[in-house]
């Protein structure tokens, strides 16, 4: 399914293209106002290749069992709290999203809901920020004592959770806390990603971080969350894949002009073999592909950029056959979900199927 359509017991459709927040607050991207609903009640977001639900602070029912995380297929039942909703096939609805007046209506009733709670409540805090597995850099402005981060993790136990962390403005440590469990401390200024392993549950996953004890606030974050799946192998069958997996990423690196996508499944071999390192416990063979994958992820970067820009520049002088072409080129150099880049050009296609 492209896009996730639900329906309601009135009948009403609801399409969801992007990761949406449901719950009762204003700040949700899907409001719904009933009983036992949570501000921040549930999250939708499409990972594998297909669209999943996820609890975030209330509970989630498929089918009448609950759950935590779900893939989901059409003509499930779904039950966040009173509200209740069925996935519908990926057809196009008479409609492409809920109407405003729906909108309005439900965004009365949450403020309503809100002013009779009364004003001796404290002001909801504010929720966190959603930073999705092999998403994009989520770029943050403080300042503030602390910032929130919100996980959302299929099966941690057998991934290499890795936190990539750039606090350009500081120079005090800053504490990470996982799951209200205190991992460690870490140099704002210290190179190299952050594993976050250990606390890890499938799910839904809550990050701090803070102040380290100088007093000094957080005021300017760069965050970006990957996973690498963790083989099933131990010691030298883990060295001989990593070996393998080294020679196929040297290959398709040497033939990054041959075809669209060989730089990509280069970047992929890399990471397969940084896994094989990992669960070899080798700390020499894992900075080995480490100092061959920093330069192909550079490489990609620059890449992705390149045609973002143009794909915008068409965009911008109204050019949507130009756009088109740049779209799908961005798609042939990153043909799989593991990049961020590859849902960039997945937007873009939808934008312009839009357009016409």
Same mark, same amino acid.
């Given at each position: 399914?492209?896009?996730?359509?639900?329906?309601?017991?009135?009948?009403?459709?609801?399409?969801?293209?992007?990761?949406? !927040?449901?719950?009762?607050?204003?700040?949700?991207?899907?409001?719904?106002?009933?009983? *036992?609903?949570?501000?921040?009640?549930?999250?939708?977001?499409?990972?594998?290749?297909?669209?999943?639900?996820?609890?975030? =602070?209330?509970?989630?029912?498929?089918?009448?069992? =609950?759950?935590?995380?779900?893939?989901?297929?059409?003509?499930?039942?779904?039950?966040?709290?009173?509200?209740?909703? *069925?996935?519908?096939?990926?057809?196009?609805?008479?409609?492409?999203?809920?109407?405003?007046?729906?909108?309005?209506?439900?965004?009365?009733?949450?403020?309503?809901?809100?002013?009779?709670?009364?004003?001796?409540?404290?002001?909801?805090?504010?929720?966190?920020?959603?930073?999705?597995?092999?998403?994009? !850099?989520?770029?943050?402005?403080?300042?503030?004592?602390?910032? %929130?981060?919100?996980?959302?993790?299929?099966?941690?136990?057998?991934?290499?959770?890795?936190?990539?962390?750039?606090?350009?403005?500081?120079?005090?440590?800053?504490?990470?806390?996982?799951?209200?469990?205190?991992?460690?401390?870490?140099?704002?200024?210290?190179?190299?990603?952050?594993?976050?392993?250990?606390?890890?549950?499938?799910?839904?996953?809550?990050?701090?971080?803070?102040?380290?004890?100088?007093?000094?606030?957080? =005021?300017?974050? *760069?965050?970006?969350?990957?996973?690498?799946?963790?083989?099933?192998?131990?010691?030298?069958?883990?060295?001989?894949?990593?070996?393998?997996?080294?020679?196929?990423?040297?290959?398709?690196?040497?033939?990054?002009?041959?075809?669209?996508?060989?730089?990509? $499944?280069?970047?992929?071999?890399?990471?397969?073999?940084?896994?094989?390192?990992?669960?070899?416990?080798?700390?020499?063979?894992?900075?080995?592909?480490?100092?061959?994958?920093?330069?192909?992820?550079?490489?990609? $970067?620059?890449?992705?950029?390149?045609?973002?820009?143009?794909?915008?520049?068409?965009?911008?002088?109204?050019?949507?056959?130009?756009?088109?072409?740049?779209?799908?080129?961005?798609?042939?150099?990153?043909?799989?979900?593991?990049?961020?880049?590859? %849902?960039?050009?997945?937007?873009?296609?939808?934008?312009? *199927?839009?357009?016409?």
């Amino acid at each position: 399914m492209r896009r996730l359509v639900l329906v309601a017991g009135d009948d009403s459709r609801f399409v969801i293209r992007a990761a949406t !927040t449901l719950g009762r607050a204003a700040t949700a991207d899907l409001v719904a106002n009933g009983a *036992e609903v949570a501000a921040e009640h549930a999250r939708f977001l499409r990972a594998g290749g297909c669209w999943q639900v996820i609890a975030l =602070r209330g509970t989630v029912h498929r089918n009448g069992e =609950r759950v935590r995380v779900a893939a989901l297929q059409p003509g499930d039942r779904l039950a966040f709290g009173s509200i209740r909703f *069925e996935v519908a096939r990926d057809a196009r609805p008479g409609w492409p999203m809920l109407s405003a007046a729906a909108v309005a209506l439900l965004l009365l009733l949450a403020l309503l809901a809100a002013e009779l709670a009364g004003a001796a409540q404290p002001p909801p805090a504010q929720p966190p920020l959603q930073l999705e597995a092999d998403g994009r !850099t989520l770029r943050w402005q403080g300042p503030a004592e602390r910032v %929130e981060l919100f996980l959302a993790l299929y099966d941690p136990a057998r991934s290499v959770v890795e936190l990539h962390l750039r606090a350009p403005d500081r120079r005090g440590p800053i504490t990470i806390e996982v799951n209200d469990s205190r991992l460690g401390a870490v140099e704002a200024s210290a190179a190299g990603p952050i594993r976050l392993r250990r606390f890890l549950v499938p799910g839904a996953n809550r990050l701090v971080l803070r102040d380290a004890g100088g007093g000094e606030p957080l =005021r300017s974050l *760069e965050l970006r969350l990957t996973t690498t799946p963790l083989p099933s192998c131990a010691g030298a069958a883990c060295l001989e894949a990593m070996t393998e997996a080294l020679g196929r990423a040297e290959r398709l690196s040497r033939e990054r002009e041959v075809a669209a996508g060989n730089l990509f $499944d280069a970047w992929r071999w890399l990471r397969r073999a940084r896994g094989f390192a990992i669960a070899a416990a080798d700390a020499d063979a894992l900075g080995q592909v480490q100092r061959r994958l920093a330069p192909v992820e550079q490489a990609l $970067d620059e890449r992705c950029a390149a045609r973002r820009f143009a794909a915008a520049r068409h965009l911008a002088l109204g050019d949507l056959r130009g756009a088109q072409l740049a779209a799908e080129e961005l798609l042939a150099a990153f043909p799989g979900g593991e990049h961020p880049c590859h %849902e960039t050009g997945q937007e873009l296609v939808r934008l312009l *199927e839009e357009e016409r």
